[in-house]
């Protein structure tokens, strides 16, 4: 069974900073994407940053670049989301979430990480709240 654990969230102050991890259990990373979402209260959800652990690319949205590194630990089978220079507004409910990166028909196809709808296993959400 496809398995995926979110941990790392928590409080903290503005300016600070967590470090998310996203384990998986029931399958290995190779040749998925991975992505971290969030969801603010009254908002909809949206992509935060993914890698393609294969290749390691990786994306992230204009509102955390420069502040929001994506990694993976193959040996581990986890990616992390290392977040800092925290802001308030980066409170939410954040989500990491995995599909096959390359076409299950034709191996030579691969798909772009941040082609957000391609997602189809979830984890839990981690809560993380930024305020003094």
């Known amino acids: 069974e496809v398995q995926l654990q979110a941990s790392g969230g928590g409080l903290v102050q503005p300016g600070g900073s967590l470090r998310l991890s996203c384990a998986a259990s029931g399958f290995t990373f190779d040749n998925y994407a991975v992505g971290w979402f969030r969801q603010a209260p009254g908002k909809k959800r949206e992509g935060v940053s993914c890698i393609s652990v294969s290749d390691d690319s990786t994306f992230r949205a204009d509102s955390v670049k420069g502040r929001f590194t994506i990694s993976s630990d193959n040996a581990k089978n986890t990616v992390s989301l290392q977040m800092t220079d925290l802001k308030p507004e980066d409170t939410a409910v954040y989500y990491c979430?995995?599909?096959?990166?390359?076409?299950?028909?034709?191996?030579?196809?691969?798909?772009?990480?941040?082609?957000?709808?391609?997602?189809?296993?979830w984890g839990q959400g981690t809560q993380v709240t930024v305020s003094s």
């Open positions: 979430a995995a599909f096959p990166a390359r076409d299950p028909t034709d191996w030579r196809i691969s798909y772009y990480c941040n082609d957000w709808t391609r997602y189809v296993s």
